[in-house]
């Protein structure tokens, strides 16, 4: 059975930083490309990083400069940090897996998700 299960969430003042991790299970962990995506309030679910099993990363444009995401093959974990964080970061934040045909930032290339973790951003 798969599991992502995501931590590192909670509340956090603009300009802060915070690092989200995932731990996966139940599938080909190191053979896939895993990351993250999330949700804006009222929004669609957007993809923020995702990196390949040669660590070949692809990040969203508009958060390239303040998103860092790490792979870890031997604990089956994928990180990501995010610096300088603003209210409009506010988000839920999804752990992802799969094997699309290119380091896809698209959703419907991932068929596993975790069940997301919460980031607010407030003074």
């Known amino acids: 059975q798969v599991h992502l299960v995501e931590s590192g969430g909670g509340s956090v003042q603009p300009g802060g930083s915070l690092q989200l991790s995932c731990v996966a299970s139940g599938f080909d962990f190191s053979g896939s490309i895993v990351g993250w995506f999330r949700q804006l309030p009222g929004k669609e679910r957007e993809g923020v990083a995702v990196?390949?099993?040669?660590?070949?990363?692809n990040i969203d444009d508009s958060l390239r400069d303040r998103v860092t995401i790490s792979r870890d093959n031997t604990k089956s974990t994928v990180n990501l940090q995010i610096d300088r964080l603003q209210p409009d970061d506010t988000a839920i934040y999804y752990c992802?897996?799969?094997?699309?045909?290119?380091?896809?930032?698209?959703?419907?290339?991932?068929?596993?998700w975790g069940q997301g973790t919460q980031v607010t951003v407030s003074s």
């Open positions: 990196i390949s099993a040669f660590n070949v990363r």
């Open positions: 992802v897996a799969g094997r699309p045909p290119y380091i896809s930032l698209r959703r419907i290339h991932y068929e596993y």
